[in-house]
């Protein structure tokens, strides 16, 4: 154990680089992007101390150039999932009795190497993974990432520090042990930070990992466990499989030893994956903590008060940063007669402002591609539906080409039926949907917001009206566990808005917070008597 009560350095986000022209880092990150687009790298799986190649593998291709191969991962069998969980638990007395300032340590000096000597790297590898343009790869990947290392080390200092009051003669006190077994994450293609942080604030509190990172996204998993390994993480905490998502859960739960789930993903697979812990709940040394942020119906609501330019500016950004591949995209908008038009005509004036959609590489482009063929046919189903019916029209965008990458224009729909579907289904994607109410049913309108979506992860309402806001605030309380007054429903930042959402969001852990890090954690209070009774008779026997 540490001999000191040790203070960890105060937290501070990461500042945001430009990327503007001529800049050094716009320089560091064209040039790495080159390297890896050139490249050709095999990916192996992570188990124990062995880097492990089955030999079957698949390539690794940028979504806005799918024919093109920058690498190859190798899928795993079973019997490898197995050996991950084996090495995992006999990882875990080492790590879980290492003192938390060393395991403190290797996460912040992990933050040190995102900041300085991986930042080109991690940021290059999320523009051709995910095809983020540099802006949106800086924000996730290299700032997002540093921010949850930094700020979780805080996080984990002050939940130590919390300790119970104590009576005469006695000591209580309370440790926070990790939780018995191994915990498996599973995480997305579109956030890197994420994909860092779900396995690593787990492992951070002294737990073992098998992490399954999306297949969309192992070109820049590999950089995330080039970083944590450098970082000085010791083999065995954190164990990385690829492969069929069905076998590798079900060979994960059926261990005994597991201890707990932190997803991010789709909402559908979340509850097919609670239903199977729920089945095999007699099977478990422990019940599994079950933490999960899944999908979202995102919304902008505008109260006839509002500056017309300020909801277009958020709409353009909180709809189509990042192709609308955000759980907290804005996908639809419900918006008053009276500034409905000039609002759209702005919105309309910012998407002719793009670009076509194309390489991140080019760094005038705002627009790239979306992840894979599935999301582009997906979306490419709604924009065609679109065309046909007859209570919605294509007010911009609506064109779509994936013979080189899988570009979808953006697009706005305006509909006159406020339950149309891609009002109320999630699409993913840089789809938005508008719906024009008459100024006078504001009341009317939130209601129909409340009740319109399955999900509550984001929303957004602008209005220059004080009583508007707050009563926007008050009929909405459950319809998003982030609301945002007067900006876009997007771009959350750790240790200021932490995030997360309810209903069919997810379990609302909150990733940035103290919250999420006391589900990796089972307390245990200890109480000390210094000198014992010697009779059991209280006073009231006389």
């Not at 090495?87 to 003192?99: D, F, K, Y």
């Not at 277009?312 to 804005?330: D, L, N, P, W």
């Not at 602008?462 to 009563?471: K, T």
Request: glycine residues 8%; contains cysteine.
């Amino acid at each position: 154990m540490g001999k000191g009560f040790f203070h960890v350095p105060p937290a501070i986000n990461e500042p945001v680089k430009g990327y503007a022209p001529g800049s050094p880092e716009r320089e560091a990150v064209l040039a790495q992007y080159k390297t890896y687009f050139n490249g050709n790298v095999d990916v192996p799986m992570y188990i124990g101390n062995e880097e492990v190649r089955t030999g079957d593998t698949r390539n690794m291709t940028p979504p806005h150039d799918h024919k093109h191969v920058v690498g190859t991962y190798h899928v795993a069998e079973k019997k490898h999932v197995e050996a991950a969980i084996a090495n995992a638990l006999e990882s875990r007395t080492a790590w879980a009795n290492l003192a938390w300032e060393q395991r403190a340590a290797i996460f912040l000096k992990a933050a040190e190497l995102v900041a300085g000597p991986y930042r080109a790297k991690i940021n290059a590898a999320t523009m051709i993974a995910q095809s983020k343009n540099i802006h949106q790869a800086e924000i996730d990947a290299a700032c997002e990432f540093i921010d949850f290392l930094r700020f979780n080390v805080a996080f984990m200092s002050d939940i130590y520090d919390d300790q119970p009051e104590s009576g005469d003669g006695i000591w209580n006190r309370v440790e926070y042990r990790p939780l018995e077994g191994f915990i498996y994450a599973v995480t997305p293609f579109n956030f890197t930070a994420i994909a860092g942080n779900l396995p690593a604030s787990a492992a951070m509190m002294g737990n073992v990992v098998l992490w399954k990172p999306s297949d969309s996204q192992i070109f820049s998993a590999k950089v995330l466990m080039d970083i944590f390994k450098e970082a000085g993480l010791p083999d065995g905490v954190i164990n990385v499989v690829y492969g069929d998502p069905v076998m590798v859960t079900e060979t994960v739960l059926e261990s005994p030893d597991f201890s707990g789930l932190h997803f991010t993903g789709s909402t559908h697979v979340f509850k097919s994956l609670w239903q199977q812990i729920g089945t095999n709940i007699h099977r478990y040394k422990t019940y599994p903590r079950i933490v999960g942020e899944t999908g979202g119906k995102d919304f902008i609501v505008a109260h006839p008060s509002s500056n017309p330019k300020q909801v277009a500016t958020a709409i353009t950004r909180g709809a189509f940063e990042f192709q609308g591949q955000k759980c907290s995209a804005a996908s639809r908008v419900y918006l008053p007669k009276s500034i409905a038009g000039q609002t759209l005509d702005f919105v309309k004036a910012d998407i002719a402002s793009f670009n076509k959609p194309g390489s991140p590489e080019d760094m005038s482009n705002f627009i790239t591609a979306v992840i894979h063929e599935g999301s582009f046919d997906k979306l490419a189903k709604y924009i065609d539906q679109a065309k046909e019916d007859d209570n919605v029209e294509i007010i911009a965008g609506g064109s779509y080409d994936k013979s080189v990458g899988y570009f979808i224009e953006p697009t706005v729909l305006l509909t006159t039926d406020p339950k149309y579907t891609t009002m109320e289904t999630e699409l993913f994607g840089p789809v938005v949907t508008v719906y024009v109410y008459e100024d006078a049913d504001w009341e009317d309108t939130l209601k129909l917001i409340d009740s319109t979506s399955e999900y509550a992860l984001t929303g957004a309402v602008f209005s220059q009206d004080r009583y508007a806001l707050a009563q926007a605030t008050q009929a909405l309380q459950n319809a998003a566990g982030n609301f945002y007054l007067n900006d876009k429903p997007t771009g959350a930042v750790v240790g200021q808005q932490p995030f997360g959402g309810a209903r069919a969001s997810g379990t609302n852990d909150k990733a940035g917070s103290a919250q999420n890090l006391l589900r990796w954690v089972s307390p245990r209070l200890i109480k000390e008597t210094f000198v014992s009774p010697v009779d059991y008779r209280y006073p009231f026997l006389g």
